[in-house]
């Protein structure tokens, strides 16, 4: 049965990850929304906090995954609420700022690949580097499986040639996990994962983009030119196998795309908290006792935004808990995600226009800019909602597109 209260030993998780959104996040929020591109070398020591926490076994932030054994089962056994600490946690973090939070070293999505789909030497190897996701393309954005980047075994090398776009921290991160084929005829199983290290020669920063929201984070566009990477930088097995290969770098979407639905949740949540506030300052209550047809027009509208923020939250820790529980929750991920990130775009622009002009003095119109990538980076809201439809009909992704 599933349990959606947040466990009482998750308290002090959350606890801490609020006090350090609330104290550092928040004050600096507009400093880096401001300043594009430059660091926040304040992150530094949240980094090695949750660098301790990680190695503890602790959890409650970073890039998760799913382990398998060397069989190639998902272990078995409920992992501590591991996932659920880390959704609990991000929400937190997020209702502080969600480009801070995306700008955390070594916690970047190309981490979560690496944690599920690297063999054990391999994540020993790659332990303690920040690793970004390098996925998209100039000519293919949502079809993960239509990538034309290259990988051709050269010796001891694969050499990689291709062009990736909206990488996330691609600028400062220590290595890029790269998707590209082995053999373009054999479809989206040859697709394989590559941890590909700064400084490697052919490997080029082309540029770092200016964006609407989450300025604190960069994202870049990157290229790769006759790029020669050990072929012990493969994650996982080179062998082309229909039914492992594709699966085996799809699977870490299953662990991530609950994260950036909490990603959504805590900037919904901070959101409406501070329209709460402005309201409550300019004498409208919200009165939960009272029909919402018999309340102010701008309480009536918080209850309709709040009840929608409710299913989204509920939404995620189901799918969080079902991958706690090594419970398949593809379909729970994407519902979760395609909500989350449909409601907050919706409530963010509802809370400024309730609040009305309040420009710069409050964050709710930074908050409206950051909420839209997170309707559309881990998978867009038409992906979602695709992928929701074929999990329900039975239907495969050549049966129904």
């Not at 229909?242 to 919904?268: E, H, S, W, Y």
């Not at 939960?288 to 918080?302: G, K, L, V």
């Not at 409530?347 to 002009?357: D, Q, R, S, W």
Request: glycine residues 8%; hydrophobic residues 40%; negative net charge.
């Amino acid at each position: 049965m599933i349990n959606l209260e947040v466990p009482k030993k998750a308290g002090a998780l959350i606890n801490q990850a609020y006090q350090a959104a609330a104290e550092v996040f928040r004050p600096i929020s507009r400093k880096y929304d401001r300043a594009e591109h430059t660091y926040p070398a304040e992150l530094d020591m949240f980094a090695a906090l949750l660098d301790g926490l990680n190695s503890s076994g602790e959890g409650g932030a970073g890039a998760a995954g799913v382990r398998r054994s060397d069989s190639g089962k998902e272990e078995k056994g409920n992992r501590n609420g591991a996932n659920l600490n880390v959704v609990l946690g991000t929400i937190e973090m997020c209702w502080g700022d969600v480009g801070l939070l995306l700008s955390m070293p070594r916690q970047g999505l190309g981490n979560a690949a690496i944690s599920s789909v690297a063999t054990d030497e391999q994540l020993e190897r790659f332990s303690g580097m920040w690793a970004a996701m390098a996925i998209t393309e100039p000519s293919c954005g949502s079809d993960s499986a239509a990538i034309t980047a290259t990988a051709r075994l050269d010796g001891d090398h694969y050499v990689l040639n291709g062009e990736k776009i909206f990488v996330t921290s691609g600028e400062r991160a220590d290595a890029v996990v790269v998707w590209a084929t082995l053999d373009k005829s054999k479809g989206r199983a040859a697709i394989k994962s590559f941890v590909v290290e700064k400084g490697t020669p052919g490997f080029e920063v082309v540029r770092v983009e200016h964006k609407l929201g989450i300025r604190a984070s960069d994202t870049a566009v990157l290229r790769f030119e006759n790029c020669r990477v050990p072929k012990e930088n493969l994650l996982g097995s080179p062998e082309i196998d229909t039914k492992k290969g594709f699966a085996g770098v799809m699977q870490t979407f299953d662990n991530t795309r609950p994260l950036v639905a909490a990603m959504a949740i805590g900037v919904a949540r901070a959101a409406l908290d501070e329209t709460r506030r402005i309201l409550s300052e300019a004498g409208i209550e919200i009165d939960y006792d009272r029909p919402a047809n018999t309340q102010h027009a701008a309480a009536a509208e918080f209850l309709r935004l709040e009840a929608d923020y409710e299913s989204a939250y509920l939404l995620t820790l189901e799918s969080a808990w079902m991958a706690d529980n090594r419970k398949p929750n593809s379909l729970q991920a994407s519902m979760a995600k395609a909500k989350a990130g449909r409601s907050v775009v919706e409530i963010a622009l509802k809370c400024v226009e309730l609040t009305g002009a309040y420009g710069e003095e409050s964050l709710l119109e930074k908050w409206a800019r950051d909420a839209k990538i997170l309707d559309i980076f881990e998978g867009t809201q038409q992906i979602q909602q695709l992928i929701v439809a074929r999990r329900i009909l039975g239907k495969t992704s050549a049966e129904l597109k």
